[in-house]
C-alpha cells in the first residue's frame, strides 16, 4: 500500500488522501424481504482482490461482485464460489460503485480522475463520463433512471443519464459530500455532507427540498426496508443516526465502534451491518436499533454489501487488501417429511438433511413433542426408528423435534415433522342413505312363493301393492295392503 495513504489514514486526517478512504454504501437492486434470522455470524471467508479495497456492489445480471481498489486502479469481479474471476482496469483511484438495472452496467468514480467509468456486462470499460472534482460515491435513482455521482471537492452531485452516458444536471448539496443513498418510499435521494454534519435530501426534481443535520463527520448510508428508516454512520462520533424520512429528521442515535464508515442491510435477518475503520470490527444493529453482535474483520474496513446469491455479506479491508465473507456459523437442522403410517409399522426419521454452513459435523438430538408415547431406537442417530403405537379408533399425530450442533458447540433452530398413525380398527362404512324403502326410490319387487303367490308392486312414496301373504300376514289374492 502507498505508505503516504497509509499514514494517513492512522492520523485520521481530514485530508485530501484521508478522505479518499471514507466509506459509501449504495442502493443498487431491491431487497427481499425473508425472515430467517441466524443467531450466530462470523467469517466465513477470506478472499484477496486488488490494493486497497473500498467499495463493492452486487451485480445482479451475473450473479458476481465488483469491488473498487484504489490503488490498484482496478476493479475486481468476485463469483459466487468467492473466486476472483476478473480484474477490470479503469481510471486513476476507483472508489464509488454501483449497478444500473436499465442497462446492465456497472458504473465506477475514479477520484483522481474527476470521471466516472462504465463497465458492460462484458466486464468491459466502454465509457467514461467526466463529472466534477473528486468523485466519490454513486446511487441509482429507479425513479428516474439516472446514476447520480456525489462530487467531494466541489460540493455537487453530477446527475448521468445512462441513455446518453453524459451529465444533464448538478445539484449543489453540503459541503465535502461522501455517500448516497436512494429511499424507494418517498423517491428521494439522500446525500451525506462529511463536513457539514448534514445529509441533503434530492427529490425526483433534482432539488434539495430538506437539510438534516446529524452526528459528527458523516460518511455512509442506507436504506432499512424493514422499517423504512435512512442510517447514517458518524465517524467521529462513533454513532449511527436513525432518520425517519417521513419527518425527515434524527429520531434515535446508536453507539457502535470506533469510526464507522460502509453500512447495509441485511434482509435475511433485517439487521443493519456497519463497519468500523478503527476498530476492525462489523456491528450488527437490529430492528429495535440495539447492537447484538460484533464481528471482527479485516484491518481498516470500508464498505460493506449484501449478496443474494448466497446470503453473505462481503467487507473490503482496505489495509489487508482483502474482503471478509460474513456468513452465518448456525446449522440448519431438517427433519425431514411429515409421514402417513399404519398402526404397528415400523417408523423410521430422517434427519440426513440437516447441514452445517462450514460443513461441519453434526450430531443429532431428537425428542417427542406430542403423541402417544413411543421409543426411539436412538434418540441421538441421524435416521432413528419406532413402532408405531396401536391407535384403535382414530388417526393419531406423533410429532417428533430435531436439533443438530456442530462441532463448535453451536445449536440449531429445532425443525419439526409429524408422524399420522392410522388407526388399526378402522370403522364399518355407514349403510347407503337411501335403501329400498326409502323416500323417493321406485323398486319393483318380484316375489315367488312355494304357494305360487306372487307379490308385484310399485314402491314410491311409501306405497306397495300385493296379493301375497308376505305383506301383513294377507294370504287372499289381489288383497291391497298399504305398508309406510
Known amino acids: 500500500m502507498n505508505e503516504f495513504l497509509y499514514s494517513s489514514?492512522?492520523?485520521?486526517?481530514?485530508?485530501?488522501?484521508?478522505?479518499t478512504f471514507l466509506v459509501l454504501t449504495t442502493l443498487s437492486v431491491p431487497f427481499l424481504d425473508l425472515t430467517k434470522v441466524f443467531a450466530e455470524e462470523s467469517v466465513v471467508d477470506t478472499i484477496t482482490v486488488g490494493e486497497s479495497p473500498v467499495a463493492i456492489a452486487y451485480n445482479p445480471?451475473?450473479?458476481?461482485?465488483?469491488?473498487?481498489?484504489?490503488?490498484?486502479?482496478?476493479?475486481?469481479?468476485?463469483?459466487?464460489?468467492?473466486?476472483?474471476?476478473?480484474?477490470?482496469?479503469?481510471?486513476?483511484?476507483?472508489?464509488?460503485?454501483?449497478?444500473?438495472?436499465?442497462?446492465?452496467?456497472?458504473?465506477?468514480?475514479?477520484?483522481?480522475?474527476?470521471?466516472?467509468?462504465?463497465i458492460d456486462e462484458n466486464n468491459n470499460v466502454v465509457d467514461t463520463i467526466t463529472v466534477e472534482i473528486f468523485p466519490f460515491a454513486i446511487a441509482y435513482n429507479p425513479g428516474n433512471g439516472f446514476m447520480y455521482v456525489t462530487n467531494s471537492n466541489s460540493g455537487t452531485v453530477s446527475v448521468i443519464d445512462p441513455q446518453v452516458n453524459d451529465v444533464v444536471d448538478t445539484i449543489t448539496v453540503g459541503e465535502f459530500p461522501n455517500a448516497i443513498a436512494y429511499n424507494p418510499d418517498n423517491g428521494n435521494l439522500y446525500v451525506t455532507n462529511h463536513d457539514s454534519d448534514t445529509v441533503s435530501v434530492i427529490d425526483q426534481n433534482n432539488d434539495v427540498v430538506?437539510?438534516?443535520?446529524?452526528?459528527?463527520?458523516?460518511?455512509?448510508?442506507?436504506?432499512?426496508?424493514?422499517?423504512?428508516?435512512?442510517?447514517?454512520?458518524?465517524?467521529?462520533?462513533?454513532?449511527?443516526?436513525?432518520?425517519d424520512p417521513q419527518v425527515n429528521d434524527v429520531i434515535q442515535r446508536i453507539s457502535v465502534d470506533d469510526t464507522p464508515h460502509g453500512i447495509a442491510y441485511n434482509p435475511d435477518n433485517k439487521n443493519m451491518y456497519v463497519t468500523n475503520h478503527d476498530s476492525d470490527t462489523v456491528s450488527v444493529i437490529d430492528q429495535n436499533n440495539d447492537v447484538v453482535d460484533t464481528i471482527t474483520v479485516g484491518d481498516f474496513p470500508s464498505g460493506i454489501a449484501y449478496n443474494p446469491g448466497n446470503g453473505n455479506l462481503y467487507v473490503a479491508n482496505f489495509a489487508t487488501n482483502t474482503i471478509s465473507v460474513l456468513g452465518s456459523i448456525v446449522p440448519i437442522a431438517n427433519a425431514g417429511p411429515d409421514q402417513t403410517i399404519d398402526s404397528g409399522d415400523l417408523v423410521r426419521l430422517d434427519g440426513s438433511g440437516s447441514s452445517d454452513p462450514q460443513g461441519s459435523t453434526l450430531t443429532y438430538l431428537w425428542t417427542q413433542t406430542d403423541g402417544s408415547p413411543v421409543s426411539l431406537s436412538d434418540s441421538t442417530a441421524a435416521n432413528p426408528t419406532f413402532t408405531a403405537p396401536d391407535i384403535q379408533t382414530q388417526e393419531e399425530d406423533i410429532v417428533f423435534q430435531l436439533v443438530v450442533t456442530n462441532?463448535?458447540?453451536?445449536?440449531?433452530?429445532?425443525?419439526?415433522?409429524?408422524?399420522?398413525?392410522?388407526?388399526?380398527?378402522?370403522?364399518?362404512?355407514?349403510?347407503?342413505?337411501?335403501?329400498?324403502?326409502?323416500?323417493?326410490?321406485?323398486?319393483?319387487?318380484?316375489?315367488?312363493?312355494?304357494s305360487g303367490n306372487s307379490v308385484a308392486g310399485q314402491h314410491g312414496g311409501g306405497e306397495i301393492y300385493s296379493d301375497s301373504p308376505i305383506f301383513q300376514g294377507q294370504s287372499t289374492e289381489q288383497d291391497t295392503q298399504v305398508i309406510s
Do not use: H
Not at 458504473?107 to 483522481?112: A, E, R, S
Not at 443535520?213 to 442510517?231: E, H, K, L, Q, S
Open 210 to 243: 430538506d437539510t438534516i443535520t446529524v452526528g459528527d463527520t458523516p460518511r455512509g448510508i442506507a436504506y432499512n426496508p424493514g422499517n423504512g428508516f435512512m442510517y447514517v454512520t458518524n465517524s467521529n462520533s462513533g454513532t449511527v443516526s436513525v432518520i
Open 407 to 450: 462441532e463448535e458447540g453451536i445449536q440449531s433452530e429445532p425443525d419439526g415433522v409429524i408422524i399420522t398413525v392410522n388407526p388399526a380398527n378402522s370403522p364399518p362404512s355407514p349403510p347407503p342413505s337411501e335403501g329400498i324403502l326409502g323416500s323417493g326410490n321406485n323398486v319393483n319387487i318380484q316375489v315367488q312363493e312355494n
Open 61 to 118: 445480471g451475473n450473479d458476481d461482485l465488483y469491488v473498487t481498489n484504489f490503488a490498484s486502479n482496478t476493479v475486481s469481479v468476485i463469483d459466487q464460489n468467492n473466486d476472483v474471476v476478473d480484474t477490470i482496469t479503469v481510471e486513476a483511484r476507483p472508489i464509488g460503485i454501483a449497478y444500473n438495472p436499465d442497462n446492465g452496467d456497472m458504473y465506477v468514480t475514479n477520484q483522481d480522475s474527476n470521471v466516472t467509468s462504465v
Open 9 to 19: 489514514l492512522l492520523n485520521l486526517s481530514k485530508s485530501y488522501y484521508f478522505l
